[in-house]
């Protein structure tokens, strides 16, 4: 199977389900920007529950219409700093915390010009993690409905992502109870290498 997704802020569980049963990936690379979407954000499980973790982009007002790739990162807030403490909170009892956070800190410590850019190293460095031989492609044209591909950008937008996975052990789910599909980091926090096979297993 080939599909077609969005490259997004360290990828909610779904993305990566999608991409471990993938014979090939290509991401769309030649869309819009679309506010509220997880372009920019992620979902991790905090002391609280469910907590959002948004990265400010500039927005361009005077062409309108923004392509992602152009999208640069607002540098006038410390959200890196912010992020990876709330990471830190989050995760820093989870079995696999210290083992991956010399490989996610770099991330947190470099300064990026644009989004998409940021995006992509994130995707590359989970996937390192995971053990997985991730080999990808970027699309050349926008395709409104794609061809020999099945389709998986919808997963881009967290309102239409609707699947739901096994549960597995999260840090604080004797508190709040299982939070399905968020940010792969909770996966591989929680599961280490183990998360590659959860992944391979899962329904789409």
């Known amino acids: 199977m080939n599909i077609l997704l969005h490259p997004t802020y360290f990828p909610s569980v779904s993305n990566f389900v999608a991409m471990a049963q993938a014979d090939a990936v290509t991401f769309e690379v030649e869309d819009n920007f679309q506010k509220q979407t997880n372009r920019n954000r992620m979902y991790i ?3 609280n529950g469910m907590q959002l973790l948004n990265i400010p982009v500039k927005h361009n007002n005077e062409k309108g219409r923004q392509m992602f790739k152009d999208v640069k990162i607002e540098e006038a807030f ?8 709330s990471l830190e909170a989050a995760y820093r009892s989870s079995p696999f915390f210290e083992y991956f956070e010399d ?5 947190f410590e470099k ?3 644009y989004m998409m850019d940021l995006n992509f190293e994130a995707l590359e460095i989970v996937c390192d993690c995971l ?17 020999d591909m ?22 604080f ?11 792969i980091l909770d996966l591989l926090f929680n599961e280490g290498r183990y998360a590659l096979d959860y992944l391979k297993k899962q329904k789409l």
Do not use: C
């Not at 992502?161 to 840090?171: N, P």
């Not at 004797?174 to 599909?181: A, E, P, S, V």
């Open 111 to 113: 300064k990026h010009t």
């Open 78 to 85: 410390d959200w890196q700093k912010q992020h990876f403490k």
């Open 150 to 171: 099945a389709d998986y950008r919808y997963l881009v937008n967290g309102k239409k992502d609707t699947l739901e996975f096994e549960s597995y052990t999260q840090v």
């Open 45 to 47: 499980y905090s002391p």
């Open 103 to 107: 490989d996610i800190r770099p991330l």
């Open 131 to 147: 053990g997985m031989d991730l080999k990808y492609d970027k699309s050349t044209e926008f395709f409104r409905e794609p061809k």
């Open 173 to 183: 789910g004797d508190k709040h109870g299982y939070i399905n599909n968020l940010s």
